[in-house]
């Protein structure tokens, strides 16, 4: 039997009627539940608010390779954490980005500035995202799409939508399948990361900063986390760029105050693409930040790590060795997980992938080193960037990866002001990881819970706050 049939049964799909009814019940659950956005008319009031897209339906997932991703987590978590304490490994790995990736570069630089200056507690949120590619039989096998080590989102939200499937099972007379849809608290799990991190930094007065966008539509989604962790009487404040620029400043002690506070955990939920730095000073609050004794999450050589160069790199012949040396069956599970990822460094072997890009393009995705989705260039694109890549150079600030080839399942994508119409849908699986290592101690290493997202097959990139993915849940079968 193929997944979907497993799915939600034809009779339902095309029942019209029942179709209206389920999505007013859904819609319903999802503001009770708090599953939440601001409008984009007004991103920073919670005057108006919607709810945060979502489908109707869950997906379903083979649970075989669901519970392989959860089962790589913690590895992940241990590869970056790694990672970002080998200068020399971030060194020789993004040097050929960082002559022609301005973003990188200056991240780079602030990489090197604070090098000397060792802080004792590292905290690690981060998320792993997985395609299913579709094998020739029929059956599936994880593939990464990248790991997130910087403001990866939804942990909040995720927490809130099992409820909403299960009720739209119920009513749709599906109860079996309803208590098939997984427990699933992300943000429980971040939280109690940051409280551990917090608890180190040893200040009960100290507070976690979320260092937040200027747009702040997604707020109920870092909500979720304050949440968890004014449930441990921690308190959290939010601040902008502009609000360190203007109010920061370390102690003699190297302790940050912002708005008069003492901040014990820098949580980034902005800082990852180029247009957040609007002016030298908000670089200059950056490395305001990093050189504080604040811990911050990520730290910048966890951010490097988690560029695209870098997972390139790692799916080199004898990378992960590097990082795993004794332990062949990690490297296994981790490699298992790796699509090909090539280099587009000048040079013969760089050559080599612009010649395969060029002789069959639908095959492959090209990655700048970018976060936040809509960044990746496909199909006739790519001949056009690398074409025009002048003097061959430019091209090494990208990557080309092989194009994962999920089965698309047909769903209703539930979205203000949009038709209610059937689609055929793509997913895309995230697992959140979680660490905390006070010197040379990890004392925790966790998998935090995971995200399903949906989209359009019409969409080839983005994610839910880019506008194109909604919120979904897996149903294991």
């Avoid at 395609?131 to 989102?153: C, P, R, V």
């Amino acid at each position: 039997l193929s997944i979907m049939a497993q799915g939600i049964p034809d009779e339902i799909m095309m029942d019209g009627v029942l179709i209206e009814d389920l999505a007013d019940v859904a819609k319903d659950a999802a503001l009770l539940q708090g599953v939440l956005m601001r409008t984009q008319e007004s991103s920073n009031l919670s005057e108006l608010v919607t709810y945060a897209p979502f489908t109707l339906f869950p997906t379903p997932v083979p649970k075989a390779v669901f519970l392989q991703s959860l089962a790589v987590q913690t590895h992940y978590n241990t590869l970056v954490d790694k990672i970002s304490q080998d200068p020399d490994f971030l060194q020789e790995a993004l040097a050929s980005t960082i002559e022609v990736d301005d973003f990188t570069a200056r991240l780079f630089r602030i990489h090197q500035q604070i090098l000397k200056e060792g802080r004792s507690i590292t905290l690690g949120l981060n998320r792993s995202d997985y395609m299913l590619d579709q094998e020739e039989d029929g059956s599936s096998s994880l593939k990464q799409i990248e790991i997130n080590t910087i403001a990866a989102s939804f942990g909040g939200l995720a927490s809130r939508t099992p409820d909403v499937h299960r009720q739209v099972l119920k009513v749709a007379g599906k109860l079996e399948e309803s208590q098939r849809i997984l427990d699933n608290n992300p943000a429980e799990g971040l939280a109690r990361a940051v409280a551990k991190a917090w608890e180190l930094y040893g200040s009960e007065r100290a507070a976690v900063m979320f260092l937040v966008e200027e747009s702040q539509r997604n707020i109920f989604d870092q909500r979720c986390v304050e949440s968890e962790l004014w449930k441990r009487n921690i308190p959290t404040i939010r601040k902008r760029f502009d609000d360190v620029s203007r109010t920061g400043s370390l102690d003699q002690d190297k302790k940050l105050f912002v708005d008069g506070h003492e901040v014990a955990v820098v949580y980034f939920r902005n800082g990852y693409m180029p247009q957040n730095y609007i002016s030298e000073q908000t670089w200059d609050a950056r490395l305001l930040m990093e050189r504080s004794l604040a811990v911050k999450c990520p730290d910048i050589s966890t951010h490097l790590a988690g560029t695209k160069k870098v997972q390139q790199v790692l799916a080199r012949p004898g990378v992960l060795e590097r990082f795993f040396p004794d332990q062949p069956r990690v490297v296994e599970q981790i490699r298992a997980t790796f699509t090909g990822l090539y280099t587009l460094d000048v040079g013969p072997e760089g050559d080599k992938t612009v010649a395969m890009a060029l002789a069959a393009p639908d095959r492959f995705v090209l990655k700048p080193q970018r976060e936040g989705g809509g960044n990746n260039i496909y199909g006739s694109e790519i001949c056009r960037v690398l074409q025009g890549a002048n003097g061959n150079t430019d091209r090494a600030a990208y990557i080309l990866m092989d194009k994962i080839r999920p089965a698309a399942v047909q769903n209703y994508l539930l979205r203000r002001d949009s038709p209610l119409k059937i689609s055929n849908c793509l997913s895309e699986l995230g697992v959140f990881g979680t660490y905390v290592r006070h010197g040379k101690d990890v004392v925790m290493n966790e998998c935090a819970g995971h995200l399903l997202r949906t989209k359009s097959s019409e969409h080839s990139d983005g994610g839910v706050a880019a506008g194109v993915a909604v919120l979904d849940n897996p149903l294991l079968v």
